[in-house]
């Protein structure tokens, strides 16, 4: 389906084509670089995160939204707050 091009038998119907399709593309390519055999040629996470965002923003974009979540994205406060929890050591 991807090679055809054909994203409509892709995504979820219930999304009643109400997308951007060139963040949904970027997610799918995205998507795909992850499951590659070779692990050298997959991408960091935070590669994976900054495509993400800039996919969540141009939605955001796409479907009028305020630009709030890019300062007060709950990724970004997860990742950058010191929540005392870390793994235990097996």
């Given at each position: 389906m ?7 038998t892709?995504?979820?119907p219930?999304?009643?084509?109400e ?5 949904l593309?970027?997610a ?23 495509e993400?965002?800039e996919?969540?923003?141009?939605e ?6 305020s630009q709030?979540?890019e300062?007060?994205s ?11 929890m870390?793994?235990?050591a097996?």
């Open positions: 991807l090679t055809r091009g054909d994203i409509k892709i995504v979820d219930d999304l009643n084509e997308y951007d399709s060139g963040s593309w970027k799918l390519e995205l998507a795909m670089s992850c499951v590659n055999p070779s692990p050298v040629a997959r991408p960091d996470m935070s590669h994976v995160v900054q993400l965002k996919c969540v923003k141009s955001n974009l796409r479907a009028g939204l709030v979540m300062s007060n709950s990724v970004d406060q997860d990742m950058s707050s010191d929540s005392g870390t793994p235990n097996r």
